[in-house]
């Protein structure tokens, strides 16, 4: 019986293992962006810082932070009580130089015709011209010391240079203020730029028309932009070089002030990507399984790879990878190194 027996032939390397059936994505290459993240501060070109151009009590405040307002609008007063006696007082002496004025612009043609007549001497009627021109110009003077009391008085009204959105207001009604307290700011809500500081480092790589993409602090794209601005110096403080891009977002999203984040594309290179679905990770590693030919068989190959930044859906790749790869995209999870596959797809 044992010599009966048939010997059965060996079984085909591999034959053992079914084939599990997966997609596949080909490698592509797409141009990637290679750029820096920044703080940028939003600023408008049309801002102005309110000091008072006197000094005194602050009686109201008519306004409040965040508020919109017009062109000469009043924000705040300051007591003007001292300014308007000042002005009464000029006022009054306006009047009484004119009185003297007009006396004597009577009193100087009456000594012209007695003159003329020849009643009355030269000496006498010089001298009525010196007093006609003395009291001409004291009242000229007094006209002049009036109207400068009153522009002063309109000091004494803060009003809004343009249109714009009220700021901080630090003081408060009853604080004395003088030329060098601040008040308050009004910006020009509009015309906002992006203020970016670019490390020296990479001051040879800057330049206008670089593009620019504005993100909230939660990575949203609120925009593309361009640098259209670029500082000849190097802010000593910061060590920094200062560009500017121009922001079109609407108003009621961004504030004069407010901090974003700046991503600054330095260029655009062709980069192998794949999807994010494709991507492993295991002990600190990155890796793909790539669908590669051996034996006449389709074979799941763990390849480490080198991730760069994202594009979209996908994983920009500096290395491991090569445009035309077959790249497992789906059952990852569930493959081991030099695992049959089978193609549904790609």
């Keep these: 019986m044992t010599g009966c027996q048939q010997q059965k032939p060996a079984a085909p390397a591999g034959a053992g293992m079914?084939?599990?059936?997966?997609?596949?994505?080909?490698?592509?290459?797409?141009?990637?962006?290679?750029?820096?993240?920044?703080?940028?501060?939003?600023?408008?070109?049309?801002?102005?810082?309110?000091?008072?151009?006197?000094?005194?009590?602050?009686?109201?405040?008519?306004?409040?932070?965040?508020?919109?307002?017009?062109?000469?609008?009043?924000?705040?007063?300051?007591?003007?009580?001292?300014?308007?006696?000042?002005?009464?007082?000029?006022?009054?002496?306006?009047?009484?130089?004119?009185?003297?004025?007009?006396?004597?612009?009577?009193?100087d043609e009456r000594q012209r015709k007695l003159f003329e007549a020849g009643i009355t001497s030269r000496a006498v009627y010089d001298q009525a011209e010196q007093s006609f021109a003395n009291t001409k110009a004291d009242y000229e003077a007094a006209v002049a010391q009036r109207k400068t009391a009153e522009e002063q008085l309109a000091y004494y009204t803060i009003r809004a240079p343009f249109a714009g959105v009220v700021g901080d207001i630090p003081v408060h009604v009853g604080d004395y203020v003088a030329p060098a307290t601040m008040l308050t700011t009004v910006d020009e809500n509009k015309d906002l730029e992006a203020y970016i500081y670019i490390p020296t480092e990479r001051s040879a790589e800057v330049h206008t028309g670089l593009d620019v993409e504005l993100m909230d602090n939660s990575g949203k794209l609120l925009e593309k932009?361009?640098?259209?601005?670029?500082?000849?110096?190097?802010?000593?403080?910061?060590?920094?070089?200062?560009?500017?891009?121009?922001?079109?977002?609407?108003?009621?999203?961004?504030?004069?002030?407010?901090?974003?984040?700046?991503?600054?594309?330095?260029?655009?290179?062709?980069?192998?990507?794949?999807?994010?679905?494709?991507?492993?990770?295991?002990?600190?590693?990155t890796f793909v399984f790539v669908a590669q030919e051996?034996?006449?068989?389709?074979?799941?190959?763990?390849?480490?790879?080198?991730?760069?930044?994202?594009?979209?859906?996908?994983?920009?790749?500096?290395?491991?990878?090569?445009?035309?790869?077959?790249?497992?995209?789906?059952?990852?999870?569930?493959?081991?190194?030099?695992?049959?596959?089978?193609?549904?797809?790609?």
């Design 18 to 107: 079914q084939g599990m059936p997966v997609r596949t994505v080909a490698v592509s290459m797409a141009p990637v962006a290679q750029a820096s993240e920044y703080v940028a501060t939003i600023k408008s070109r049309k801002s102005a810082t309110m000091q008072p151009q006197v000094d005194g009590r602050l009686t109201l405040i008519r306004v409040k932070s965040g508020d919109h307002v017009k062109a000469g609008q009043a924000l705040m007063q300051i007591d003007p009580e001292r300014q308007v006696a000042t002005v009464e007082s000029q006022k009054a002496t306006e009047r009484q130089k004119k009185a003297l004025y007009d006396y004597n612009v009577t009193e």
């Design 225 to 285: 932009t361009k640098i259209d601005f670029m500082s000849p110096q190097v802010d000593p403080t910061l060590q920094g070089i200062l560009v500017k891009a121009p922001v079109h977002t609407p108003l009621e999203t961004l504030r004069t002030a407010q901090m974003i984040k700046a991503r600054v594309i330095w260029s655009n290179t062709p980069m192998a990507v794949v999807p994010v679905l494709a991507v492993m990770r295991q002990g600190g590693q």
């Design 294 to 346: 051996q034996g006449g068989h389709l074979l799941a190959m763990q390849t480490q790879v080198t991730l760069g930044d994202t594009v979209e859906n996908n994983y920009s790749v500096i290395a491991g990878l090569k445009a035309g790869d077959k790249v497992i995209v789906s059952g990852t999870q569930f493959l081991v190194n030099g695992m049959p596959v089978i193609p549904l797809g790609g």
